[in-house]
């Protein structure tokens, strides 16, 4: 990531894609049940408020090294979330 603003940026729209692949799913599905997929909006939700404390943590020793890992939490937790919007039926 070049900055922290483009690594807010970018857990912006990843998480922000997965709550509106939610959405699809919903519009695409009428007849389902939604508690499974409100269930991973708001794991989403979660996701991007515990990332966002991450990123403005003041306190860390290697700023490149703790945005590395802020990044491949967002990729892990980000790969998770669609792994349950797939698994939607």
């Known amino acids: 990531m070049a900055s922290i603003r483009e690594l807010k940026k970018y857990?912006?729209?990843?998480?922000?894609?997965i709550i509106e692949a939610v959405y699809i799913w919903e519009l695409t599905n009428p007849e389902k049940d939604t508690k499974k997929s409100e269930?991973?909006?708001?794991?989403?939700?979660?996701?991007f408020d515990d990332l966002i404390i991450k990123v403005n943590?003041?306190?860390v020793k290697s700023k490149k090294k703790h945005f590395k890992g802020v990044n491949q939490e967002?990729?892990?937790?980000?790969r998770k979330l669609i792994d349950k919007i797939n698994a939607l039926n």
């Open 11 to 17: 857990i912006n729209n990843v998480l922000g894609d």
């Open 57 to 59: 943590l003041k306190d």
């Open 39 to 47: 269930a991973i909006i708001d794991e989403a939700i979660d996701t």
């Open 74 to 78: 967002l990729e892990d937790r980000g």
